[in-house]
């Protein structure tokens, strides 16, 4: 299932017909799905899952995805992932990946801030000291150096997106019952799949997708019906800046995506 010490995790996976978008390779929304997976593995490994966080009655809630690649695997193709815990302070938790294929080299990498919730007041609370020491941050910074240049674990903070100014599209969606996880809110990758959408097809057809940022601003529930806009940025490759509002004007999720032709990716 996945391989674990005190400061790392890794879990391999195969990338099935069912995962793979019209040129045959795994769709970013399943690099993110993922991502999600080898997190809760890891932390339920280290004795941190789901039913532990219940029965504190708390939970993890994702504040910001930073991902990264330079090749997508194709169908049948097994990739293994890394994920690491790498710091804790007050209530949010910071955790990146590496995304290797199957001769050893890295295709991806990625870097996430989480907030520590209460469930019963869907409010913030301070991360307990044991969790570092669980998950084996000290071990980390100390044993990965090398990797800490090589990837976005050398990296403290996140910059701020741009805001979108012009809507060159809009798109109206319905929240699902199949869109909600199991904190009963809007699962993360939806809002993902929500702003590609506002992509167009000749984009799609020529380019893949290099850089993905998304910012989460607040939760949405089932039967929401939401918007999702998009804003071209010109510049040396396509870029867009996305916004998900709900239909009273608020921000749910704000996001940029940078594309490149293949070419350059490989």
């Keep these: 299932l996945g391989d674990v010490c005190m400061s790392a995790f890794s879990k391999e996976y195969e990338i099935y017909y069912f995962q793979i978008n019209q ?22 490994a280290v004795g941190m899952g789901i039913d532990y966080l219940t029965s504190l009655r708390t939970c993890w809630v994702l504040n910001r995805w930073e991902l990264e690649m330079e090749s997508y695997p194709s169908l049948g193709e097994k990739i293994k992932v890394d994920t690491y815990a790498i710091d804790f302070q007050r209530f949010y938790g910071k955790r990146n990946f590496i995304i290797w294929d199957s001769q050893g080299k890295i295709i991806g990498k990625a870097r996430s801030l989480w907030i520590y919730l209460n469930i019963d007041k869907r409010r913030p609370v301070r991360i307990p000291h044991h969790f570092a020491s669980q998950y084996g941050v000290a071990e980390l910074l100390e044993e990965n150096k090398e990797l800490l240049d090589q990837t976005f674990l050398g990296k403290d903070s996140f910059e701020d997106l741009p805001e979108l100014t012009v809507t060159d599209s809009e798109l109206l969606f319905h929240v699902r019952r199949s869109d909600i996880d199991t904190n009963g809110h809007v699962n993360n990758t939806r809002y993902v799949e929500w702003m590609l959408e506002g992509i ?34 010109k510049g040396l490759e396509p870029e867009y800046l996305h916004r998900i509002q709900d239909q009273q004007g608020q921000d749910l999720a704000i996001g940029r995506t940078i594309w490149s032709k293949p070419e350059m990716l490989a």
């Design 23 to 44: 040129q045959g390779e795994a769709s970013p929304v399943t690099i993110l799905d993922f991502l999600e997976d080898v997190a809760i593995a890891h932390s339920k």
């Design 200 to 233: 167009g097809e000749d984009i799609l057809k020529e380019y893949k997708l290099r850089k993905l940022e998304v910012v989460y601003k607040k939760e949405t529930k089932y039967g929401t019906d939401i918007i999702s806009q998009t804003q071209s940025i």
